[in-house]
């Protein structure tokens, strides 16, 4: 991807998986279970360990320019100890390109993170779809905790008047909702069938498949989920800044 206008806009996305509950310290258990009362609560509990930085981990990091279609997808490898034990179905080679103008780099999660933030070094403004609540806080957390330094802030200010020049970050879900004015949010695949977009869910892949995904070493389905996003994100986001953007 060029990197040679800092004019230009970036799409970002990321997909994560939850560690597994068994890897936890005794402590860290204790503390999930505290606040389960069923088998049923507790699966729950392990599922949502995704949701957090300090539970889960990052596999793919996607992103787009909406002006030049061109990006990447920033793909976790799978761990060479796992994959010795899978069957070849795996999505464990895939191509340089999962279509035209996206590439594919791989790397561990650290990797991936560092490609990341050193790709939209030149870039000043950002688009995401829920992205101060969930992909930049777990973004910024997980790079902490890995020993790589950001290269933006992108929470710098939740209003876009009050943002830092070079870090604009239009989130979708607080401009739809016009910061919290609408009381229910909803998710992506809402917004998009609202505004006649097609949803990354149409094609039988939801986030909460993801862990499952990568569990199986399907990696390119992740990559290719993540793209959606990033398309139906593009989609959206023209959306608003043609009627709502005033």
Do not use: C
Request: proline fraction near 4%; avoid cysteine.
């Amino acid at each position: 991807m060029s990197t040679s206008f800092a004019s230009q806009k970036l799409i970002f996305d990321i997909e994560t998986i939850g560690v597994e509950f068994e890897s936890l310290d005794k402590i860290s258990q204790e503390y999930i279970e505290k606040y389960t009362e069923s088998e049923d609560e507790l699966e729950e509990a392990k599922e949502r360990l995704s949701f957090s930085p300090l539970t889960g981990e990052i596999v793919a990091i996607g992103i787009l320019n909406p002006d030049t279609n061109k990006g990447a997808i920033y793909l976790r490898q799978f761990p060479i100890s796992l994959l010795r034990s899978k069957s070849p179905e795996g999505d464990f080679q895939f191509p340089n390109e999962i279509e035209e103008g996206i590439k594919i780099e791989s790397g561990d999660e650290k990797q991936i993170i560092e490609k990341f933030w050193e790709t939209i070094k030149p870039y000043n403004y950002f688009i995401s779809f829920n992205g101060r609540t969930f992909d930049v806080p777990f973004l910024m957390i997980r790079s902490a905790i890995l020993g790589a330094k950001p290269t933006k802030n992108l929470m710098s200010n939740r209003y876009l008047s009050s943002q830092k020049y070079d870090a604009t970050h239009v989130d979708l879900l607080d401009q739809l909702t016009f910061y919290g004015a609408v009381r229910k949010k909803f998710n992506l695949h809402f917004w998009t069938k609202a505004f006649g977009i097609k949803s990354p869910k149409e094609e039988g892949i939801t986030g909460e498949d993801v862990s499952r995904l990568y569990k199986e070493g399907k990696l390119l389905e992740i990559a290719k989920y993540n793209l959606g996003d990033l398309k139906a994100t593009k989609e959206l986001y023209n959306k608003w800044n043609q009627y709502l953007n005033l």
